[in-house]
């Protein structure tokens, strides 16, 4: 049938709402990189129901189906690849259908956005504790689709962490229940974790049963100066054992990142130190009880001072002065436009050896491109490293990458620490796991989606 015909049936199943033909859906983002949509219908589900239905009719009509949450994704995960794609958002889907502060869960709908989950739960005086740049659009579908990370997962994990159960629509249109509510749960495959950080090729994922947490009362960052990067496994250990668990988000800054964004004749961002120090790190504490976290945080960083493990530590004593800090490691905005255009990856590596790493890097793509530029960041604890490069052009992109991801891979790390495959990454991926485990892989894709009808063409 025709694409008029097939919207004209998805209509007569679920709502003259339910689709938005492809004129009136042209330029969409699907990217904050500025990618769009061209020329393709998006279907606007309101239910678990619906979005059975229209998978079941794009099935029988030869069409292929991308998901679509808040377009917040970094690795071309929504771009077109087989040209007869549609598009189904889950921007009717933002129901809470609960929040149990007894349980401590919450069963929502897809397209939840993660700020307003976020926002609910601290109503109850409860944490949703996955949290990143994007929480205003990113949706709870996505995050799980990706397996999203951000600042938190040093404490709290990712998002495969946080979810307890699922429903998913299969390929042909099934609905699988998988909606549990417990921690722990041994009873036979755990099926859910499939669909988590598969990015929608395995299956649309329509609603989800999350954990929460109680909420922390308090929090207190730290900006610190480091003497020497060597020093920063034994650092982040001594910090972790003083504090207890209770040590949220160590995020560390490489000079030339942080410089980026406090230096220049009219700084964008105040830096509370004089240059020269090797790197910075931003951490935070969170906690609840009567404990006073600030004076325990600063006798422990006059004790690391003391031992030379930091140049130089600024505490934050108001919000302001924390969402300052915040502001120097978060905006990405301004690192786009002063690095662009930019080749950006996000890879994980052993916290022993990343400075190696970066030195490696460094010296290479220096040789190749010798008026590139990098700049480094990165959660650092959780191993993930994000590398932001500008010099290299489109075409140069294969040689960067295979650059970029052979430290990766003779350390033992991961091409993606947290954003996926996508597009972007499919080569890296070949290269990266033994041919054993691609085969895997792709037997799984044959198996849940026979006719490469979800996402066509992303991670395997």
Known sequence: MTDDELIRHVVAGCGVASVVPPADAEGRSLSPFGARLHAAPV?????TSQVATMVRLLRDAGKSLVPLGG????????????????????????????????????????????????EAAARQDMLFPIDLGARGSASIGGLIATNAGGERVLRFGMMRDQVLGLEVVMADGTVLDLMDQVVKNNAGYDLKQLFIGSEGTLGIVTRAVVRLRPALERNEAALLALNDLDDLPNLLFRIESALGGSLSA?????????????????????????????????????????IDSSERLIDLLDGLATNGLLRGAAVARTHADRDAFWRIRNDIEHLIKAMSPLHAYDVSVPIALMTGYVAELRTAV????????????????????????????????????????????????????????????????RAARPPDVMALMQALKRLLDPRDMLNPGKVV
């Open 43 to 47: 279907l606007r589900p309101a239910n």
């Open 71 to 118: 377009a917040t994704g970094l690795v071309a995960g929504l771009l077109p690849s087989s040209g007869t794609e549609w598009y189904l958002s889950t921007e009717r889907m933002r129901k809470i259908e609960r929040l149990d502060r007894e349980s401590r869960v919450a069963v929502v709908q897809a397209g939840v956005v993660l700020q307003t989950l976020q």
């Open 250 to 290: 160590f995020e560390l800054m490489w000079p030339d990142f942080f410089e980026l964004m406090t230096g220049g004749e009219i700084p964008r961002h105040r830096s509370p130190f004089e240059s020269g120090a090797a790197a910075y790190v931003l951490m935070e504490l969170e906690e609840s009880g009567a």
């Open 366 to 429: 220096a040789t190749r491109w010798p008026h590139s530029r990098i700049v480094v960041f990165g959660h650092v604890a959780d191993n993930n490293l994000h590398v932001v490069v500008n010099g290299p052009t489109e075409t140069d992109k294969e040689a960067l990458d295979d650059l970029v991801y052979a430290g990766v891979m003779s350390r033992r790390g991961s091409i993606s620490a947290e954003h996926g495959i996508g597009l972007d990454k499919r080569r890296g991926l």
